[in-house]
C-alpha cells in the first residue's frame, strides 16, 4: 500500500538581491556605529594630554553616551512604527555621524559631553529600524543570516576601529580622524536613498498602527526577551570592558598579546552568529519550526557561555584562552537569533516599540556590569566573583528563553482603530 504521508516542502533561504543591498547597508551602518561610538575609547590618551582632561571627566564622557542612547530607545521604536523608517534612519545617521564629525572640532569638556549625549540619540534609532526592515521585509528563513550578519558587524566594527583607529592616530592626531570619519561616514546616505525601500504597505490596516507600550508589555513574551536580552548583554560588555583589564593584570599579557586575545575574541563571535544564523535558516527552510530553531540557539548558546567561569580555573593561558574563545562562539549562537525571536513575535506593525523596549532595559547591562564588575573586584581582590556572576546572569538568560519564552510565532493584536 502506497504511504500517502507528505514530505515536508524545503523553502528557499536565499536572500532575494534587493534585500542583500539593504543587508549589506545595514551592516555598513551598523559597523560604523559601533567604530563611532568606540573611538573615543581610542582617543582616550591623546585626547587626555591634549585637553588636560581627568580620569573622572574622561569616565563621564564614556559613559554619557549610554544615557541617551538607552533612554531614548523607546521613543525611537515610537518613531519607527508611526513614521517612514528610511526616514528615520538617515536622520539618525546623519545627526551621529555629524556629531562625531563635531568631536574633533570639540575645545571643551562640556562640548565634548555635549557630542556624546548627541551621539546617543542619532544612534538609538539603528535597532529599531533594523527590526522594522527585518520584520516587513525579510522572510523568517532568512532572519538568522540577516541578524548575524548585523551582530558580526558590532563586533567587527570596533576590532577594526582599534586597529585602524589606533595606527591613524597615532600618526595624524585625533581630531582629523573624528572629522574624515564622521564626515565619510555621509556617503552611506545617498546609497541608502537608492535602495532602501519603503516599509509601509497597503496591507497594514490602520487598527495594526495602534499597538501600544501596554499591549506589548501583556505579552509574556515580551518580558522574556527582554530579561533574555540583558542576561546576554551582560555577558558581552562583561567581557567588553573587564578583559583588557583581566588579562593584563591578572593573567600578565603585554598589550600586544592582549590586542591580539581580544581582536580574536571579536572575530571568533562574528565568525559563530553569522554561521549559526545560516544554519538556523537552513533548518527552518527544511520544515523546523522558528520556535524549536530559534529557542535552542538563545537557549543553548546562553548555557555553554557559562564556561567562561572556567578562565580562572584553569592556570594555563592558553587553555584558558580556548576557555573564553569557546564562551564567544556560544555567545555568537545566542546572538543569532535573539533579534529574530523578537521580529517574529512582534511583526511589522509592533516592533518598532518592541525592539525599543528591549533595547532600552537591554543595554542597562552597558552600566551595570562594568559597575558590579569593579565593586566586586575591590571588595574581593580578584576576578573569580565577577567571573561567577557573569556566567550565573548569563544561565539565569538561557532558562528565561527555554521555560519563560513562549511559541516564537506572530501575536495577534487586538487594538482599537485609531479616529
Known sequence: MLSTAVEPKTIDTRIPRPLLCILALMVVSVAINYIDRGSLSTAAPLLQADMAISPAQLGWLLSSFFWTYALLQIASGWLVDRYEVKWVMAIGFFVWSMATAATGLASSFSFLLLLRLLLGIGESVAYPCYSKIMAA?????????????????????????????????????????????????????????????????????????????????????????????????????????????????????????????????????????????????????AGSSPTRVRKTCTSIGLAFATAVIGVVFVHSSIGAMAILMFSCLSYGVFASSHWAITQTIAGPFAVGKWSGVQNCIANMAGVAAPAVTGLVVKHTGHFFWAFALSAGVVSTGAAVYAFLLGPVEPVVWRVREQT
Open 137 to 285: 521585509h525579510f522572510a523568517e528563513q532568512n532572519r538568522g543570516l540577516a541578524n548575524g550578519l548585523i551582530d558580526a558587524g558590532t563586533k567587527l566594527g570596533p576590532a577594526l576601529g582599534m586597529l585602524t583607529g589606533g595606527m591613524l592616530m597615532a600618526r595624524y592626531g585625533w581630531r582629523p580622524v573624528f572629522i574624515v570619519l564622521g564626515l565619510g561616514s555621509l556617503l552611506w546616505l545617498p546609497a541608502w536613498f537608492k535602495w532602501m525601500v519603503s516599509t509601509r504597505s497597503h496591507r497594514e490596516a490602520p487598527a495594526r498602527e495602534g499597538v501600544g507600550f501596554r499591549e506589548i508589555l501583556s505579552q509574556r513574551s515580551g518580558w522574556a526577551t527582554v530579561a533574555g536580552h540583558f542576561c546576554g548583554n551582560y555577558f558581552w560588555y562583561f567581557l567588553l570592558t573587564w578583559l583588557p583589564y583581566y588579562l593584563v593584570r591578572e593573567r600578565g599579557f603585554s598589550m600586544d598579546q592582549m590586542s591580539i586575545v581580544t581582536a580574536v575574541a571579536y572575530c571568533v563571535t562574528a565568525l559563530s552568529t553569522t554561521t549559526t544564523g545560516w544554519l538556523a535558516d537552513r533548518f527552518i527552510g
